[in-house]
């Protein structure tokens, strides 16, 4: 009978502890495109609506000082490796695609680690920069909705049907609709093609509500990657018609502004279900831009009547400076502002520690986990953060940044202003700041080759001296178009065309870039859709030629 007690109360004991072990917590990683620093209302913005995303600042930590690389593809592969693009190779947007999948030198990315700690998980929305290296399925993501581009919104002939009511007559640009075909998006590999009723973002939601619901077993990572704001600006189903009279400038301001009230509304919707679940409490939500603001709406994202210097594409404070907030009920301490220096290097360890999962082994991790400063540390483990796109880099801290050319600059009064520092300065604290930032440089050594510790191909870019297009990429010598064989006149004639417009030399021409460099930008894209054959987003230069005849 005693042995009997005992047991029983052994069991028990056991039980509670079992009991009272709490879950591992749920992480929903939102990423928006193209959506600045001074895009959100929390950080201030003198435009913008967003109460869903300020709840979350509210009931989190806003960071002040969170920077990322200034273009679409490196950003999202810097957040899925906890890797500079240097070690990586992913330093343009064409270099995305070498980044190793197999073998000693191969990349882990974030579903990867996590799935070793039990989690399930999901990639929601945009992929195609890295899409030539494997798709989302094959970087160890369990569900997945994917589609090859950006800008994505309506199908054809809804799409033609918004350009119809909204465009003025004779407006230059009436063929917004360019990127509104997308043609198949995939669910899980298999192939689904949009009604003409159906809203690109409104599928992307269902499918990270569905993945969320199918996952309350076991704790789970979402990767949900929103397409707003990136162009195309095209009214979404709660836009109103233009009043009479407006012009195509002011459209697009009214359009730009109901897409982030769109793209805040769904935060809203996929908070409201986490609480419904009960799940709020144990799920960590992140709120992110991928960079900054794109040149067609830099002007209009001010805060206090103030332009923030520089915009996506560009080495300046607007093009890698963007928002990010995090929110976990009971354990942030709610409405913090964090004015510590982090980049995007530091979400990988910070969701592996927040899983419980061991980082990849055999390879530098750049990041630092933040989990500590979720919590509530002020402390950092590092005093700086790293930005580089192509041959550009900087290293950025309190007051000062300091590039790849040794070019001091005073950041005082970042993100409106920077001033360089000239280079035979003796003031004290410019000479102390760039002992620290050039010491800071040198252990990175990020100007070693850009072979990359992953990169099977050593992708080197040219330095830019200006600020990019809104997404324009460095050009690379990585990839030359093959010599014309023996073609025949028609074909030489594609291959001649082709490599005038590769002017990158990379070998391949992505949607966006061609249909931007034609003058019929709607029939530009239908003739891509044909030429890209294998439909993975780039038309090569075997592939421009082959279909030479069909495009006559």
């Known amino acids: 009978m005693k042995l009997y007690f005992t047991l029983a109360a052994t069991l028990l004991s056991l039980a509670t502890l079992h009991a009272a072990s709490p879950a591992k917590p749920n992480i929903v990683f939102i990423l928006a495109d193209d959506l600045g620093f001074a895009e959100i209302g929390a950080n201030g913005s003198d435009r913008y609506k967003t109460p869903n995303i300020d709840s979350l600042a509210k009931t989190g930590i806003r960071f002040n000082h969170f920077y990322t690389v200034p273009l679409c593809g490196p950003s999202r592969a810097l957040i899925l490796t906890g890797r500079y693009g240097f070690r990586s190779g992913a330093v343009t947007q064409d270099a995305c695609g070498s980044i190793l999948r197999s073998g000693d030198k191969a990349e882990v ?15 929601i929305g945009k992929w195609g920069q890295i899409l030539p290296s494997g798709d989302a399925t094959d970087w160890g993501f369990d569900h997945v909705l994917s589609y090859k581009a950006s800008g994505i919104y309506w199908n054809k002939t809804a799409a033609a049907a918004w350009i119809k009511k909204y465009a003025l007559a004779g407006e230059k640009g009436a063929d917004d609709g360019v990127r509104a075909n997308p043609g198949p998006y995939n669910i899980n590999e298999k192939k689904l093609t949009m009604t003409d009723a159906e809203y690109m973002p409104d599928l992307m939601q269902k499918s990270a509500l569905d993945f969320i619901n199918a996952s309350q077993s076991k704790p789970f990572f979402l990767y949900y990657s929103l397409s707003f704001v990136h162009s195309q600006i095209l009214p979404t189903p709660d836009s109103a018609p233009p009043a009479p009279g407006t012009d195509a400038a002011a459209r697009y301001v009214q359009l730009y502004n109901d897409n982030i009230t769109y793209m805040d509304k769904l935060v809203g919707k996929l908070l409201a279900e986490l609480d419904r679940l009960k799940l709020r409490d144990n799920t960590v939500v992140f709120f992110m831009g991928d960079n900054g603001t794109a040149k067609a709406n830099a002007d209009r994202a001010t805060i206090g009547g103030r332009r923030i210097v520089g915009q996506k594409g560009g080495m300046e404070e607007g093009g890698g400076l963007v928002p990010f907030v995090v929110s976990w009920p009971g354990v942030t301490a709610a409405g913090r502002l964090n004015e510590n220096f982090t980049d995007a290097s530091d979400l990988l360890p910070t969701f592996a520690e927040i899983a419980g ?15 500590p400063q979720i919590k509530g540390d002020t402390k950092s483990p ?7 796109l192509g041959e550009n880099f ?4 309190a007051g000062w940044k300091l590039n790849q050319a040794s070019q001091l600059f005073d950041m005082k009064n970042a993100p409106f202003e920077e001033i360089p ?17 050039s010491a800071a440089l040198a252990e990175l050594n990020p100007g070693a080759g850009f072979k990359g510790e ?10 830019e001296k200006t600020a990019a297009a809104p997404d324009a990429k460095p050009a690379t010598t990585s990839s030359v178009a093959p010599a014309a064989r023996a073609l025949d006149p028609v074909a030489a004639e594609r291959a001649a065309k082709f490599d005038r417009l590769d002017k990158a030399k990379t070998g391949k021409l992505t949607r966006q870039y061609y249909t931007a460099n034609q ?3 709607v029939a530009a894209a239908e003739r891509f859709e044909k030429m890209d054959t294998n439909t993975d987003g780039v038309v090569t230069r075997e592939e421009y030629i082959a279909n030479g005849k069909q495009q006559k």
Do not use: C
């Not at 990315?109 to 990639?123: E, F």
């Not at 999962?357 to 989990?371: C, F, H, Q, T, W």
């Not at 590092?382 to 580089?388: G, H, P």
């Open 109 to 123: 990315m974030v579903p990867t680690v996590l799935k070793k700690a039990g989690y399930a998980t999901a990639m």
């Open 519 to 521: 003058s019929d930008a």
């Open 394 to 397: 900087h290293v950025r801290e």
């Open 382 to 388: 590092r005093t700086w953060a790293f930005t580089q």
């Open 421 to 437: 520092v000239p280079a035979d300065s003796k003031d004290t604290a410019a000479v102390a700041a760039r002992q620290r930032l």
């Open 357 to 371: 999962a061991p980082l990849p082994g055999n390879r530098v991790i750049d990041g630092k986990s933040l989990l």
């Open 454 to 463: 992953g990169s099977g191909r050593g992708d080197k870019t040219k330095k």
